[in-house]
């Protein structure tokens, strides 16, 4: 269902139109605003946190456009694409953010419910829109996709099974839709972030900090220490790679690590 709609424009469009899930997410408030500065019109798919940030945004009189989506729902998913085409009839780019671990847990404390939550949350919602997306694309001309995996897809991180398992999936799916798709002008690449130090990470240190009576600095020192760079990955660092992959023609089917080095080779 089509929640809200925008009649003005605070940016001079560049004429491209980009849908994006999660775009009240820790990294989606950042890749958002930043593709509406470039002049993008955006359609955000989401829950109640997006359809809150979205409003803020419609309120200062940008481009943007929202529809809700349950991503674990395979009847909403559908409704959705459907909706978006009723407000336009092409879209250049599409960005599939929503995701996440869910769960903290070992594998003997795992049960297959969580596990199965995760690879739907995570591995189906990619399926299910990416194909939807792709069908469309195909009738349409083309366009880019940029999915978004995990360093956890490509190295284990601690308790975190599921996610690792549904983010190496995304990625293999990558290389099917950029081997799909290619006749169809469809290029498809993959992002694969290391930790991001998003607003919840922030708060989740700062908690940290106060329950154990450490400094907040030492423990983001601890955090940057996995990387070579020693450094923080935050959400703006990403949007750069963002936009290059939403014009390329030369990029396909690669999985693309930003992680300050976290794994090199």
């Known amino acids: 269902m089509v929640i809200s709609l925008l009649s003005f424009k605070m940016y001079e469009s560049n004429g491209k139109t980009i849908l994006i899930t999660a775009p009240g997410g820790g990294v989606g408030k950042s890749i958002t605003h930043n593709l509406i500065e470039d002049g993008y019109s955006v359609i955000g798919l989401g829950g109640k946190g997006s359809q809150d940030y979205v409003k803020k945004l419609q309120n200062s009189g940008n481009d943007i456009q929202f529809i809700g989506c349950d991503y674990f729902s395979e009847d909403s998913i ?154 923080s990955l935050k959400p703006d660092n990403i949007y750069q790679l963002v936009k290059m992959l939403l014009t390329t023609r030369h990029i396909q089917g690669q999985i693309i690590r930003i992680d300050s080095g976290q794994i090199i080779g």
């Open 78 to 231: 559908l409704e959705a694409i459907n909706d978006v085409k009723s407000l336009t009839r092409k879209i250049d780019g599409f960005i599939h953010l929503a995701g996440g671990s869910l769960y903290s847990k070992k594998i003997d404390e795992l049960s297959f419910s969580e596990y199965r939550k995760v690879l739907s949350l995570n591995l189906d919602s990619t399926f299910l829109l990416g194909k939807n997306v792709f069908d469309w694309m195909k009738e349409s001309g083309g366009g880019n996709i940029i999915f978004f995996g995990s360093t956890t897809g490509s190295r284990p991180s601690s308790k975190k099974l599921p996610y690792g398992v549904a983010k190496a999936g995304v990625h293999a799916m990558t290389w099917f839709f950029a081997e799909e798709g290619s006749q169809y002008n469809i290029i498809t690449n993959t992002i694969a972030p290391g930790y991001v130090l998003t607003d919840r990470h922030v708060e989740d240190i700062q908690r940290k900090a106060k329950k154990t009576q450490q400094n907040y600095e030492i423990l983001l020192e601890k955090i940057n220490a996995k990387n070579p760079l020693k450094q």
